[in-house]
Every structure is written in C-alpha cells, then in structure tokens.
C-alpha cells in the first residue's frame, strides 16, 4: 500500500500558521500590560481600578497635569534629573566597557584569566548587598541628596567593566589579523581600536548603549536611598512609586500611568534608531568567509 | 630595501615549548626567501618575530643596520600579506591601500599617486571604490599585496598568501608575486607549506620542522644534496624512493645490501668516497634515497647498468608523458603501502606494464641519497667531513697512498696497518706532500677542493678557492684519528672545552666621577661565576642574558661555557685545574688539563704542569642555558 505522501508546500503552510498564531498569543500576552497601561492614562475618572475596561471619559489631562501640576510631585525635574543621570552613565560605562573588553580580548597579561573570572563572579553579586557600604562612603564624600547626582552616576558606573563578558565575545570574533595588519601599517594599539575595531563593532557599542542607558533609567533600590526621602533628589522610578502611596494613589493613579508612559518613550525611540545597527552585520568580507 | 641578520632566535612559550630552535640566517638585500615546512614547524612564528608580532626570547634580529628585537612592528619598517588579507572590512579598497600612508602623514597627492600606481600594477583599479567583501578571494589578496607595496617597505612578509585561493588562480598568483619581486627589487619572506611555492619561487628555501632548521639552499641544492631525510623527503614529488640497507667497503668495492629484500648492488668505491667511512663496516643501518626519475625500466639502460635490481610491478599511475610505476624490491611487497621496499619509478608514458610483472631495473648510484637511519642526517655530505684511506705505521712515520709523512711526538702507536681519517677541514695548502688539484668549489660560502693524492680522490677545506694543478699540502695532526679493526686507536684532540656556570650580580663600590668631582658609589657589575672563579662580564654581555633569561632566572639559571684550546690563558684569578700531561704536535704543544671530570687541551708553549688557574678569553665564549640548551651569545 502506497503511503500517502503530503506537498512540501502544504506541511510548509501547516507549519508557519502553527507559528504565528503561537507568536501571536504570546505578543498579545506581554503587550497586554503596556497597552492597559496607556489606556489608563487617558482616563478621565480618578481611582485606582475600575470595574470596566474601557475608560468612560477619554482625556489629555492626565498628561498635561504631569507636567504643569508640580505643588506635590515634580514630574519635569525627576525627569530631567534621571535623563543626566543616565547620559553620563551610557557615555562612561560604554566607553569602560569597550575599552575593558577590547583589552581583556586581545592582550596577554599576567593574571588576565584569574581576573576575568574574578570580575564575572563579582558581577553575579546583587548589587544592593553592598548597598549600606556605599552609601556610607558617598555621605563621607559628600556625594548624597545634594550631590547625589554624581553619587549615583558614580554608583552605576563603577562596576560597569563587569559587564566585559558580551563585548568581547564579540571582540573575540575579530580576526586578531586585522589589528597585526594595523601595526604593521603603523597604527598604535590606541590607533587600531579608533578606527579598525570600533567601526567594525558597531552592534556591540549599540547594545552597549542601550543597556547602559535602561539600566540607570529604570533603576529605584539606590536612587531612592540616595534621595533619602527628600523629592527633590527622586529620579522618576522612585517618584512614580510615590504616586502609587496609600493616601494619594486614588488621585495619582491615573497620572502614575501617564508617567509611565513618557518614562518609556526613550527607550522605545532609542531602540528603535539603532535596531537597525542591531541586525547589520559587519565583519563580512574581511577575511576569507 | 635592506639585509635580514638571524643570529641565534629563539621563540621559548611560557609553558617551556619551545617554536623555534636557534635559527641563524642571514638574508641579503633582494633575495626571496621561502620558509617552509609542515604545519607547527616555527615557520610563520619566525616569520611573525621578523615582523614583530611576537616577541623574541632570545637571539638577535638585526634588519639592515638596526637591532629591532625591541623595535615596534610599525617602526620596523616592514609589510605583511597575512593568510585570510586581513583586509578593513569597512573601508573601501583605495582606503585599504591608503590606511597605512595616511596614517604617516604622506601628502595627499602623493598617497593618490602610490594608490593609482599600486593598484595598476595589480590590476584592481576598477575596484578601488568597492568595499572588500564584494570581491573575490584572489582580488581580496591583490589589494592585501597593494596595501604592502604602496609602504615601499624594507622588507615583504608573506604568511601563507595563497593558501586561501583555488588552484588555478594559486599558479596565477605565484607568477604574479613573482614578477612583483624582480619589479619592486626588495627582500620577499614568504611563509608556505606547499614545496611547489617553495621551489618555484624561491631564490633561498629554508626547509624548517618541529622549530629547528633543517636546511638552507637554493632550491636546486635542496633537491639535489638534501641534508636529511626528511628535506629529501619534502621536497620533490613522487616523494623519493627510501630503503633501508647497510654498507660495506670490500677493498676498492663497496657492496649495497637492501633490508627486506634479496636487492644487492656492488658499485666501486669511488662513486661513495663522500659516504662517512663509519657507514661502511656493513653494520650500521643506513637508509638509501633514490628519486623515480634516478631509477630506470629502460631496457637499453638497463642493460648498460652494474646495478640492476628485481622489481615486481603493483600498480601504476599514468600522467600522460609519463608514467609513475609503483612496485617493490620484495616480491611479498604490495607496493601499495609506504614501507621500506616500496618502489615509484618514472617511467615514459607510453611503456606498457602489468602488475605482477617482475621487472630489472637500473639504479643510478651517482644520484644516491644516503642517510643515517638513526639520526635521518645525510651520511653523504656535499662537503665531506673526512677522508677515510688505508695506511700504514713503522717506526713513527705513517705512509698512505705512496707518500710518508713524520708523526708528531705526541701520536704514539704501535706499528701496524690502520684506516687514516683525515678531516677535510684539517688539511692546509702549504706544505711539502705533492697533490694534484682537480676542482675547487664554493658551497655555501665554503670551498671544497678535491684533489688526487696516489691515484686517490681525496677533498679539503680551504680559506679561498685553489687554482687547479699541482699543490703542495699539509696534515694537521691533531685532528687525525687512526683506526684499527673499527676501533679507534689514535684519538683526535677534542676541539672544545666546557665549563658550567652561572651569571652573577654584585654591588661594587667604585669610585664615580660626577659634576667634577670624585666620589664613591656602589656600582652594579656582573661576572661569569665558572666553576671557583669570577670573571667581570662585559655589559653588553650581561644584558644579553638578562634580556633572554628574565631578570629573575637571569642569575639562578646554570649556564654552559664554551671555548676552544685557543682560547685559554694561565692566571692567578682563574679556575683551578691540573695538568695531567705536555703532547707534542711539532709545531703545537698542548697542555692536557683535568678539569672536575672533564679531560681538556690547552695551547702551552714549553712545558706547564702541576696545579694551574686557567682563564677564558671571555670574547671568545659561547654562551647556553645548560638546561634549556639555548644558546645566548
């Protein structure tokens, strides 16, 4: 008896409606919050939770009162403050971590291994377990509330070379020709990495970028310690958390939404501007391949 | 455009492996010089130590005047071609070419002007605005070959450039980088692992395995006096024939016996007098080399030829204008196998052959290749080490070949008929035994003269080239040694002394002169510590060592002292030793020390004996680490 065969193309058609209903589902799932998330912040009502979905009075409002109202909760200077803070940091850490991985990559030195696995188990640490440490050491230098600006950026950016392990990875995959061809070309170590290495590492300095600047951005356990209390010192995480108090929530609830989504629209645009670096790959045709 | 000096390089890994074994080379301006050899055999690690990229542990580099050991690869004044092009992939190819000039400030115009020029040599100028990875592999190189000529460099390193490519366009470029060299008139090293490459193209091979230098000639030298097995082996293909036999001298004849087989050849001894004479007691294994196209199947030949073998036909390999018949010496052998029987032979491509035919062929001796089993070193040296005749002794004078000659006082021998070993380096051209001089030729900066003595071919070492004719020579006879059944009965004078040591440092307070005035200062000084002596160590010396050692290992390391009976003094200062006894060479006289265990000469003129100190000319010494066995200086 003749098995019956199916078309190639029919079990190929089969096959990809089973995956994109599946990735269907799983993108309503996670999209599902942010899109509440948006809806309530064009609600026209107060209070925390409604019993229906869809806001009974659309309104700008919420918005608008984010950013002109700042008798309670000042919105603008969290922002702003957060905003410098996490400048500083993407400027810095990429720079540290380019830099660290560039030449944990392509140096031999005495203790590089031992060094390496030192700064990855450090790294496993969570950082709020030296938290108190820290922040004894910036009051000593003065660096909290008033300063706390730079205390924070300082906190993030210390510890930033840990984060070596990605970058060179992709360092590693470099032929090691290209920076002899460089030297012999008369390029110093300083040169090769300029203008060889960094332009052929474009996608690694953007995921570099994006996950130096989200990390201070959404960051709370610190900026709120180093705040103390004082709003003036909030950034925006520690700020919206106030919103969603007890006492005040009834009122915020609405504008904590509204927040949140102007917190999230510098990410969103940033990854979308380099996502397109994300994909490109660069190292082709280089060496032979 | 300069020369290469290679003076002692070693490459010594953390771990002890060691890439590289003293290589010692000098390359002059406008060679092309082809490293090569199997993969791991320290060819592209000195190749990458020439250019920079890997530091060197000890030895010194010299290119044109300059020492560069601690000289960056840019200031070297070199350009690499490297195996993958290593191109920039994110500039386009004029960029490639330009990166280097731009980088040192070349005006504007004239970078355009080498770039044009460059890429018209190479015929990539309609590519000049293409990025790399739209182009294909051979055009990849060209612009990597551009990228090095543009710099006019010194010096042209190549690793591997072709290994990449297809075939046909490798026999393309070969040509190519050919031309390139007689046009741009500079030093080429090129890095292969293909003896192809090698032979073509270079003007110098230097063949390398398991990082020690196997040979250095010109690749007809190669082919026709390889050193070892393995260079005879590695260059030419089909691969060269090996069998495995002995040697014996019968009077005037000396009969090849073939190892697994019935083979057996007889060719008269004048056609081996190059073989070392202690190959010839019919005893020690040697493996006999001869290339397919050395063997004949030609009847005709064959039936002029004395040594004829049996051969019975496995297979055979047809490429047209000729055929490779494959066969074997043993006619159990399957000829398929690699072994010690196994025979290609060249035969002409029209020849006709069934396997299993059991066939004569003629062996052509004067093309033999014979080589120490256990050590693969050639036992048939373009430069003999020795002459190897028969002589006789009565009364302290020794006859060979009809002429007699006066023993020194210090040969002491019963009389008797012994086998005389002259070193053909210890033969000079004054003197009083009449020769006749037949040729003179320079070998690698040697010259080799051969001259008949009594009927007998016999050969010598000298200083500069000897007109042909008749010549006067002498013996020196310290070096000869006499032989009495295989044993030896006079020994030569051992040319070497050893001693062990170490490098020391120590604080000397000396008087320093500064801003005018006198003043005491402790000073840092370094001395050879040999044996119970301390002798000051020049600076540069001490540097030396240091630089290879590591200033830590530099002064706990033992190291080896060596000097030659030439170069030893007697003083108050030096290392104790005892003079054991005074021989007599006629014109020389030698002291004979006892040195701890070492029995050493020393030149003495009258009579030494008792206790002495001995000092080293400390110029003279050459330096190793003893364990290691670097040698330093």
């Not at chain 2, 840019?74 to 070419?97: C, G, S, W």
């Not at chain 2, 070892?228 to 030419?236: E, T, Y």
């Not at chain 2, 002291?591 to 400390?618: C, D, F």
């Amino acid at each position: 008896m003749a098995k019956k065969l199916r078309s190639k193309k029919a079990v190929e058609r089969g096959t990809n409606i089973a995956i994109y209903v599946i990735l269907a589902l799983i993108s309503i799932i996670w999209l599902f919050p942010f899109f509440y998330l948006v809806i309530q912040s064009l609600r026209g009502e107060t209070g925390t939770a409604t019993p229906y979905f869809w806001p009974k009075e659309w309104t700008f409002n919420n918005y608008i009162k984010l950013f002109t109202d700042k008798s309670i909760f000042n919105f603008p200077k969290w922002y702003l403050t957060t905003l410098i803070i996490s400048i500083f940091v993407t400027v810095i850490q990429t720079i540290f971590v380019l830099v660290t991985s560039y030449a944990l990559s392509r140096m031999r030195f005495k203790m590089r291994k031992p060094l390496m696995n030192l700064m990855l188990v450090l790294g496993m640490f969570p950082g709020f377990m030296s938290m108190t440490a820290v922040y004894f050491l910036l009051k000593l230098l003065g660096l909290t509330q008033d300063m706390g600006l730079v205390g924070l950026v300082l906190v993030y950016v210390a510890s930033s070379c840990m984060g070596y392990y990605v970058s060179k990875g992709f360092f590693d995959t470099i032929p090691k020709s290209l920076d002899e061809a460089a030297r012999i070309d008369g390029a110093s170590r300083h040169t090769v990495f300029i203008k060889i290495i960094l332009p052929l590492a474009k996608p690694i300095i953007i995921y570099t970028i994006l996950t130096a600047f989200m990390a201070p951005w959404g960051e709370y356990m610190f900026a709120s310690l180093m705040a103390f209390g004082k709003q003036d010192y909030y950034n925006v995480a520690v700020g919206l958390k106030d919103m969603l108090d007890k006492e005040v929530a009834d009122i915020y609830f609405t504008r904590f939404c509204a927040g949140s989504v102007i917190v999230s629209i510098p990410i969103t645009a940033l990854f979308f501007w380099l996502q397109k670096y994300y994909v490109e790959g660069v190292t082709g045709g280089s060496v032979k391949g | 455009m300069a020369g290469l000096n290679l003076k002692h390089i070693y490459k010594v890994y953390p771990n002890g492996t060691k890439a590289v074994n003293d290589f010692n080379m000098e390359i002059e301006d406008k060679e092309f010089i082809v490293f090569v050899g199997p993969s791991g055999c320290g060819k592209s690690t000195t190749l990458r130590m020439i250019a920079g990229l890997e530091d060197i542990s000890a030895g010194e580099l010299t290119i044109g005047d300059m020492i560069v050991n601690d000289v960056e690869p840019k200031d070297r004044d070199i350009a690499m071609v490297f195996q993958n092009y290593a191109l920039y992939p994110h500039m386009t190819v004029y960029e490639n070419i330009a990166f280097g000039l731009r980088l040192r400030k070349l005006p504007k115009d004239e970078i355009h002007r080498r770039v044009t020029e460059a890429a018209e040599i190479l015929g990539i100028t309609e590519y000049l605005s293409k990025k790399p990875k739209e182009m294909s592999g051979g055009q990849r190189q060209r612009v990597s070959l551009g990228r090095a000529i543009v710099r006019e460099p010194k010096v042209m390193l190549l690793d591997e450039p072709l290994s990449n490519l297809d075939a046909k366009l490798r026999t393309q470029m070969r040509a190519e980088i050919a031309k390139l060299h007689a046009k741009l008139n500079t030093t080429f090293i090129y890095v292969t692992h293909d003896q192809i490459e090698a032979m073509t193209m270079g003007t110098r091979i230097v063949v390398m395995k398991n990082g020690f230098v196997q040979q250095i000639d010109t690749p007809k030298n190669l082919y026709n006096y390889p050193g070892n097995k393995f260079v005879a082996g590695f260059i030419g293909t089909p691969q060269m024939n090996f069998f495995e036999g002995t040697l014996k001298k019968k009077g005037e004849q000396v009969e090849i016996n073939f190892d697994y087989s019935d083979a057996k050849v007889t060719v008269p001894y004048s056609m081996l007098y190059k073989v070392r004479p202690s190959f010839l007691n019919g005893e020690k294994k040697v493996v006999i080399g001869l290339r397919a196209e050395n063997v004949s199947l030609d009847p005709a030949v064959v039936k002029a030829s004395k040594a004829k073998i049996k051969v019975k036909v496995s297979h055979k390999e047809e490429l047209g204008n000729q055929t490779l018949v494959y066969g074997d010496i043993n006619m159990e052998g399957d000829g398929y196998t690699e072994s010690a029987t196994r025979i290609i032979i060249e035969a002409k491509g029209d020849t006709e052959f069934a396997s299993g035919d059991v066939l004569e062929a003629a062996l052509d001796i004067d093309r033999v290749h014979l080589f120490d089993k256990e050590t693969e070193e050639s036992i048939l040296p373009r430069i003999p080490e020795h002459n190897f005749v028969d002589c006789d002794v009565k009364g302290g004078v020794l006859n060979f070949l009809g002429n007699s000659m006066q023993l020194p006082p210090a040969i002491s021998c019963v009389d008797g008929k012994y086998e005389l070993l002259i070193p053909s380096d210890a033969i000079s051209f004054k003197g009083d035994v009449e020769v006749n001089v037949v040729s003179s030729e320079n070998i690698n900066g040697k010259t080799l003269v051969s001259f008949e003595l009594g009927g007998r071919r016999m050969f010598a070492v000298a200083e500069e080239e000897v007109k042909k004719g008749k010549k006067k020579i002498s013996v020196d006879f310290k070096r000869i040694s006499l032989l009495k059944d295989g044993e030896t009965a006079v020994e030569a004078m051992p040319m070497n002394v050893t001693f062990k040591g170490k490098l020391i440092k120590e604080k000397v307070v000396e008087e320093v002169e500064k801003d005018g005035k006198t003043k005491k200062a402790k000073v840092v000084k370094f001395f050879f510590g040999i044996g119970d002596a301390k002798f000051a160590a020049p600076d540069d010396m001490a540097n030396k060592l240091i630089s290879a050692m590591g200033v830590k290992k530099a002064f706990t390391e033992e190291l080896r002292y060596e000097c030659t009976p030439y170069d030893l003094n007697f003083d108050e200062t030096g290392i104790s030793a005892e003079v054991v006894d005074t021989v007599d060479y006629g014109k020389e006289k030698f002291a004979v020390l006892k040195i701890g265990e070492q029995t050493a000469y020393m030149l003495v003129e009258g009579n030494a004996s008792g206790s002495v100190r001995l000092v080293p000319a400390i110029d003279k010494l050459a330096i190793s680490i003893a364990e290691k066995d670097i040698r330093i200086i």
